[in-house]
């Protein structure tokens, strides 16, 4: 079970960007974190894994989430990543297994590790390239296999999706939901509302506060998608369908 809160986050002493967010997940599902541009989508998950100065807390199967560390993988949006950095995705992979490493650097199995890493997201042919050599798709599925390496419990993604195109999203997806098969817990920073009733079981709705959490078969709804993009609801007189943000 993950569970937040009321975290709040101020990045200056103005007004807070983050209000008192409080919410409850079950383990083993894919979970999407929908909210508009400046919403705090980037900043809440930065606040649950203690990057940034917060308040609250953010538990773990009742653990406090920076105690359980080891057990998180996280993958940050592409925008933030330095790709000048000479490292070839094989190295890059391997990364993921760095906190196991005895004090030569060595980490046994990571050879194998990463080979299966790498086949499960198609991407074994690429091992040898260097990062900044792959395209948008590419990269992010090698950041994808970096978590399969960690063997993680939580996985949490800001923006996979962000330009990429639909094989590549589909080769990842199939990956998170085996994943998910395999009982981990899979937070996904989210644009695309069309597909957050396939792609996800549960919903968290921001807007610098929460407006909604649950499953997607009873959270994602009308009202909540219009509250939560500032829209009219849609029961008021000439408001339009909240379904138009869809398009
Ligand atoms: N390091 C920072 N310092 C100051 N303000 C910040 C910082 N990071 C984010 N913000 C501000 O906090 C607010 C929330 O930003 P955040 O990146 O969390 O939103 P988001 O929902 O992830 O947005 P997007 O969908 O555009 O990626 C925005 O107004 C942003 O300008």
């Known amino acids: 079970m ?5 975290l ?24 999407s974190i929908i909210g508009p541009n400046g919403a705090g989508k980037s900043t809440l998950i930065k606040a649950m894994l203690s990057l940034i100065p917060h308040r609250g807390r953010t538990l773990f199967d009742q653990q406090d ?27 890059c992979v ?22 299966q890493a ?14 900044s050599q792959l395209s948008g798709g590419q990269l992010q ?15 949490v993604l800001d923006e996979p999706f962000v330009g990429i195109d639909v094989q590549s ?17 899979i937070l996904i920073v989210h644009h695309d509302l069309k597909t957050v009733p396939d792609y996800f079981d549960w919903v968290v709705m921001l807007n610098r506060a929460l407006i909604a959490a649950g499953p997607v078969a009873t959270t994602f709804t009308p009202d909540n998608l219009a509250a939560t993009y500032g829209l009219p609801q849609p029961a008021e007189k000439g408001a339009p369908d909240a379904s138009a943000i869809f398009h």
Do not use: W
């Open 141 to 155: 599925r090698v950041l994808i296999a970096r978590c399969l390496v960690q063997n993680a419990q939580l996985l």
């Open 94 to 115: 391997a990364l993921g297994r760095q906190a196991d490493a005895n004090a030569f650097g060595h980490v046994r199995g990571a050879t194998e590790a990463v080979a």
């Open 118 to 131: 790498l086949a499960q997201v198609e991407m074994a042919d690429f091992a040898a390239r260097p990062l």
């Open 169 to 185: 999203e589909a080769a990842i997806m199939a990956v998170l939901r085996a994943q998910k098969r395999a009982g981990k817990t």
């Open 65 to 91: 989430l920076h105690a359980v560390a080891r057990h998180v993988a996280y993958v940050q949006q592409k925008s933030g990543l330095d790709l000048t950095f000479p490292i070839t995705v094989c190295e």
């Open 2 to 6: 993950l569970e937040a809160r009321q």
């Open 8 to 31: 709040s986050v101020s990045y200056s002493r103005g007004q807070p960007v983050l209000q008192s967010v409080s919410f409850t997940l079950p383990a083993g599902c894919l979970v």
